[in-house]
Nanobody, 123 residues
Framework: QLRLVESGGGSVQAGGSLKLSCAAS??????MGWFRQVPGKEREGVAS???????ESYADSVKGRFTISVDNDRTMNLQMNSLTPEDTGIYYCAASAYIDCLEPINSGRYNVWGNGTLVTISS
């Protein structure tokens, strides 16, 4: 069974940067994506990528600041720059077996999830 493990979370001041990584134990399917969630709010799609076929998608709130990438078919990264307190949350890595997974970045299209890593941005 596919397992996803996130790393790289932490605390930084506004304007700073963080890089998250997600290591997959096997074949990830059509897409990998990053989601984030804060207490009391729904899980939000941040970025998605198709490791084998290309293509990326970003939420409007992170366009121009975040970059999603893959080192190989099993390691995904999220470079986060110009961070703001609104970026605070638990960031989850996910994988999708659905072809139409790239956009919109819909959590319902992702079937395997990591446990999350906490990102805290202070003002």
């Amino acid at each position: 069974q596919l397992r996803l493990v996130e790393s790289g979370g932490g605390s930084v001041q506004a304007g700073g940067s963080l890089k998250l990584s997600c290591a997959a134990s096997g074949y990830v399917g059509y897409c990998m994506g990053w989601f984030r969630q804060v207490p009391g709010k729904e899980r939000e799609g941040v970025a998605s990528i198709r490791p084998q076929f290309g293509g990326e998608s970003y939420a409007d709130s992170v366009k121009g600041r975040f970059t999603i990438s893959v080192d190989n078919d099993r390691t995904m990264n999220l470079q986060m720059n110009s961070l703001t307190p609104e970026d605070t949350g638990i960031y989850y890595c996910a994988a999708s077996a659905y072809i139409d997974c790239l956009e919109p970045i819909n959590s319902g299209r992702y079937n395997v999830w990591g446990n999350g890593t906490l990102v805290t941005i202070s003002s």
